[in-house]
């Protein structure tokens, strides 16, 4: 193998060599012309920091609280489908990571391992992505699952209603497996003549017609808080606060929806103004650097996911690869804590 990566890009390309075609281009792409794509990173690197001097950072505490429970830092693992394809432990092997760096991660509703199996992999903090479909008995059978092997909250994805177009899985013809979750409720090996199955999946089986007045269902069947997730607008946030959310993920879907939504960097502020602080905005969509966690936690996030580099980290080395790229991360950002000034996630008194 060429040299130990440096920083977290550098898993892409071990993911590349590891993957067939097929699933790296699954895993990299975006939506369309991928503008969105190229933004979500490029916007973060517009952000320039600025640094006090002359701070006390001999001791740095990055932990912090997301509904009430404590990790080591501010950097949770976002949902993303199908861990399988990058390595035959899948989701148990990130759930495993997750465990040992002390964080979250939110597991897909299209994962490859079962709730079960991610839940007794390892006994760590866990939330659970839902999509809800057409058939609502079906999510909620899966809600309750969820419920029963100790998830301790749903995100519902609100960005999906159908998917969006990612070319290269178009091309490629992109099968995706029977996903477990779902084994005896539906088959999700869909037969398709031209393109992504996953496009003619999701046709199948999401619910399009999905509305606000649906979260007062998904509340009516769980008692388990209920973060939504693919809000880019200040009115679309005053809205699921209005209806009790318990908090909020600003999310383009890293780009894989609607490509030419603003890179979500470059919207947090708005969200987190209009949420006033009633609920809490976590963050995701091109982070690559302890400095992109400095940058949106000083923007008002309580933490950010990380989506693509996790995955690029399980399929260079399984478990460990994982770990390492949520280690990268912490390292990265507990030494802009420090070369900033910033010893602590809260604003010190007098440090203004
Ligand atoms: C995703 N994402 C996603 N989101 C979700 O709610 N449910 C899902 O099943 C998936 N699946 C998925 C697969 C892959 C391969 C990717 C790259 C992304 C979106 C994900 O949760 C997150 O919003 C983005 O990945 C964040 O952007 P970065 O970190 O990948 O730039």
Redesign the pocket.
Known sequence: MASEPVNVNEFQELARQALPKMYYD????GAEDQHT?KE??AAFRRIMLRPRVLVDVSRIDMSTTILGYKISAPIMI?????HQLAHPEGEVATARAAAACNTIM?L????TCTVEEVASSCNAVRFF?L?ILKRRDISAQIVHRVEKNGYKAI?L?V??PRLGRREADIKNRMVAPQLRNFEGLLSTEVDTDEGSNLEALAEGIFDTSLSWEDIGWLKSITNLPILI??VLTQENARKAVEVGVAGI?V??????QLDYTPA?ISVLEEVVHAVGGRVPVLF?????RGTDVFKALALGAQAV???????YGLAANGERGVRRVIEMLKDEFELTMALSGCPVLRILPGAM
């Not at 996911?305 to 995955?311: E, H, Y």
Request: cysteine-free.
């Open positions: 699954f895993y990299t792409g794509l979500n990173v976002a949902p993303t489908a199908m939110i897909s509703n299209m994962s992505q999509y995100v994805t960005d999906t997730k693919g993920v999310s383009n879907h890293g780009a894989r979500t995701d969509g091109g982070v690559r996911l990380v989506g693509r580099p996790v995955v």
